[in-house]
């Protein structure tokens, strides 16, 4: 009996090892590749802001939308807001 408890704390120690390790080197390669899929994209959304920063004819076309707002800040900011909850919560007949 101690001789079949003997090899099953062997087996179990021997296994169990084998099998962390290979979990850690699966994870450690699923959080690298993580890593790189977040940074190419991170990436990507950079470009297109610093393409967009330097466009001429968008911040022209937000200078003139600016300037075509009428009434005191807060009336503006009051109608921008209700502008976006339009857009965050459309009428229910519009919605699917």
Same mark, same amino acid.
Request: proline residues 2%.
């Given at each position: ?9 062997? %087996?179990? %120690? ?22 790189? *899929?977040?940074?190419?994209? $991170? ?18 076309? *937000? =200078?003139?939308? %600016? ?5 005191? =800040? ?13 857009? $965050? ?8």
């Amino acid at each position: 009996m101690v001789a079949v408890g003997a090899i099953t704390f062997i %087996n179990y %120690n021997s296994v169990g090892g084998a099998f962390s390790e290979a979990t850690y080197e699966s994870l450690d390669r699923l959080s690298e590749t993580e890593a790189i *899929i977040v940074l190419q994209d $991170i990436t990507k959304q950079v470009e297109l802001m610093t393409v967009l920063a330097g466009d001429s004819i968008l911040e022209h076309s *937000i =200078e003139t939308t %600016n300037t075509a707002y009428t009434g005191t =800040e807060a009336e503006i900011i009051a109608d921008i807001e209700r502008m976006d909850e339009a857009w $965050i919560s459309p009428p229910k007949t519009m919605r699917c």
